[in-house]
């Protein structure tokens, strides 16, 4: 019910131990992404892949959420997914204040909380709410999301309808 109440009514119960972690996810951060070392939440400012996979072995349950959007316009993808991933610290807060101490969400794409983001972690304004994303992690969001029983591919245009996923760990 917590979570309907944020609007985050599309997910699967997952084990995070068998979420797919992969070293060319933060590949393609490396030498894909043009955000890649300008974000706090980031790698290189992220935890190696091995912790990543340290980390979630710490937790038994996952709620991985799916959230589907058609938005042509870049401006607008960046509006609707810092509106997703607000929704999903609303959503983590309301389950830490349950009684779930470790409850952590992972962003459905690189922290937008802010519209400028600062290099440093340091120096970043809204540390309690700042998250990284599933790809900044390591996560291979495509091999979850499907052992998880969604359907997710490459969109081949900005008209093409979204498939983003974010994630609440949960013990």
């Not at 990284?132 to 992690?137: A, D």
């Not at 390591?138 to 969109?155: M, P």
Request: aromatic content about 10%; proline content about 5%.
């Amino acid at each position: 019910r917590v979570v309907s109440e944020h609007g985050c009514d599309e997910f699967q119960w997952i084990d995070p131990r068998e979420i797919v972690l992969g070293q060319w996810v933060r590949m393609k951060c490396r030498y894909g992404c043009p955000d890649y070392g300008k974000l706090a939440t980031c790698p290189p400012n992220n935890p190696s892949v091995a912790e990543c996979r340290q980390l979630f072995s710490e937790y038994s349950h996952g709620m991985l959420f799916h959230f589907r959007g058609r938005v042509p316009e870049a401006d607008a993808r960046h509006r609707w997914t810092r509106e997703l991933n607000t929704k999903l610290i609303d959503v983590e807060t309301a389950v830490f204040l349950l009684g779930n101490h470790k409850a952590f969400s992972v962003f459905v794409d690189p922290c937008n909380l802010c519209k400028d983001c600062v290099e440093s972690k340091a120096d970043c304004r809204i540390p309690d709410k700042a998250r990284p994303s599933l790809e900044g992690l390591g996560v291979d969001v495509f091999a979850t999301a499907r052992n998880a029983g969604y359907e997710i591919g490459v969109l081949t245009g900005y008209g093409d309808e979204m498939n983003r996923f974010g994630l609440l760990l949960v013990e």
